[in-house]
């Protein structure tokens, strides 16, 4: 088979259309694991499983120069962002990402959120009703910001539309409707304000502390030697912050699992750290976020007996490989104990990429996910609360799904101080 003889119908707008459902399906056609289809006026080859993993991940064969389309730079990742970038390049940028993989910078986050949470609860208790994805939201603003040394001004509301504008940017980045829109002005916005800052902690007019995040992307140097420009700068930091409060969506579906699973409330609030960190990978594996990557082909490759001439796209089916019936039995059951049952590989469980985060394109917050997600939905759990009626339809449709509601829920309470302290 041969790439070269591809749809010639592109499907792009159908991708947009069909969501997560889209590559999973033509895969679903194509038993060998190998899908043709056309994104971007290019044939595009859709794989999966970990051995696609690895392919896609070599850079001799697939780099990322080129493959990110103008509106997700535009909303999700800024111009110039580590993801655009390839080889000796890249790797100077990703160094400044790198320390937030080691265990003390992670801690060091969960230790600035967990206290916002904390407050957080108790004015929740005094709210007729909150939406847990928005006010996940706001803690998680207000705990970077702090871990990171980017200044808020609380009393113009500055953490709230922060928090906003960086929820916009990836609630926006996958559609051409008025959230797109939104989506463009929430960083156009943020990227100025945080140019300032980079410029005014450059020339002596902020004080960044030190160690900090904010600090280190100040200081930061381009393979050139260069220091980051302004606005490059801004847009890594950026994609600090921004990720981060994007966990948010993840702490809805940490709820939405409890809520239809109250079992698993129960396993939580028995303290089985194991378990913890099996609830969180499943939550990871099971909900939607990312739905594919994609590359383009640096050189004519060969993949299980297809020819991809270069400058063909690669699609990596990132909700297909988590749903694959191959790798996990039985994909649309929430079942945390599977992660219990085997050791999973690096290259199978990948809702934040795959390969090794320190030399290619892995999320670089990853493990920061993980610890913040492991201390929230335990502190969700030690939570008793009410769920009223509402819309808990997670859309497979809409690119970033979410719970419709947002998880509202009523009559927020601490049961006992242990729940909180056993974290
Ligand atoms: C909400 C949870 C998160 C999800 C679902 C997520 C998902 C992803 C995915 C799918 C990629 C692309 C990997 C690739 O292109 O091969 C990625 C890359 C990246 N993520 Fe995350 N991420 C999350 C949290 C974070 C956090 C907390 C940070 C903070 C440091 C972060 C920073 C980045 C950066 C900088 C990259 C680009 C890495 C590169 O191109 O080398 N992410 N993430």
Redesign the pocket.
Known sequence: MDLRRSPVIDRSLPALAQGYSWLPGLLREHPDGVARTRVMGKPALAVRGPEAVRFF?DEHNVQ?GGALPGPVLSTL?GHD???T?DGGA?RA??EF?LP?LQADRIAGLVEHVVPVWDDAVREWNRAEQVVLFDVASVVLTRGVCRWAGVPLDEGAGETEHLARDLVAMVDGFATAGPRHWRARRARSRQEERFTRLVEDVRSGRAAAPEGSVLAAVCRHREATGELLHPHTAAV?LL??IR??V??C??VAYTAHALHLQPNQRERLRGGDTAYTAAFVHEV?RFYP??PF?GGVAVRDLSWQGVSVPAGAMVL?D?FGQNHDEELWGDPYVFRPERFLEHAVERDEL??????E?RT???????G??IG?LEALALRLAGLDYTVPDQDLRISLRRIPARVRSGVAVRDVRVPSERTLTAV
């Open positions: 991940y990322r990742f962002a580590v993801h970038l890249h940028r990703k990402f937030l890594e994609n600090v990720p981060t994007a966990v969506w993840f990871r976020f990312a990557l990596l990132v990948i809702p934040q990429g795959g390969g985060p290619g394109h892995r999320c670089p917050g990853e920061l996910t913040l």
